[in-house]
């Protein structure tokens, strides 16, 4: 099993910036993958940015030139560092943690980011 918690949400002003920080407990070497995933309000959860275990990185379209996702393996901490946020990306953010041989998902509990325009 892995534990997974997420810190680091609030309200910031539009253009504003938040760093969100995700804990691993547990299992941790059955790890490869781990990722930010959000939900906003009415909407269905979607990618946010994903790093695998050697620092290979992936973003969505709305990510990209504004959030990184970085990883302290020492940690067993990913983090997402968000600049110029939008009131679109107002959403609770959810880490995820995908096992090796199977890519079976854990989920952290989220966090709730707000950007007031």
């Known amino acids: 099993q892995v534990q997974l918690v997420e810190s680091g949400g609030g309200l910031v002003q539009a253009g504003g910036s938040l760093r969100l920080s995700c804990a691993a407990s547990?299992?941790?070497?059955?790890?490869?993958?781990m990722g930010w995933y959000r939900q906003g309000p009415g909407k269905q959860r979607e990618l946010v940015a994903t790093?695998?275990?050697?620092?290979?990185?992936n973003y969505a379209d709305s990510a990209k030139g504004r959030f990184t996702i970085s990883r302290d393996n020492a940690k067993n901490t990913v983090y997402l560092q968000m600049n110029s946020l939008k009131p679109e990306d107002t959403a609770v953010y959810y880490c995820?943690?995908?096992?090796?041989?199977?890519?079976?998902?854990?989920w952290g509990q989220g966090t709730q980011v707000t950007v007031s325009s």
């Open positions: 790093i695998t275990n050697g620092g290979t990185t």
């Open positions: 547990g299992s941790i070497r059955s790890i490869n993958t």
């Open positions: 995820n943690a995908l096992r090796a041989w199977d890519e079976y998902a854990y």
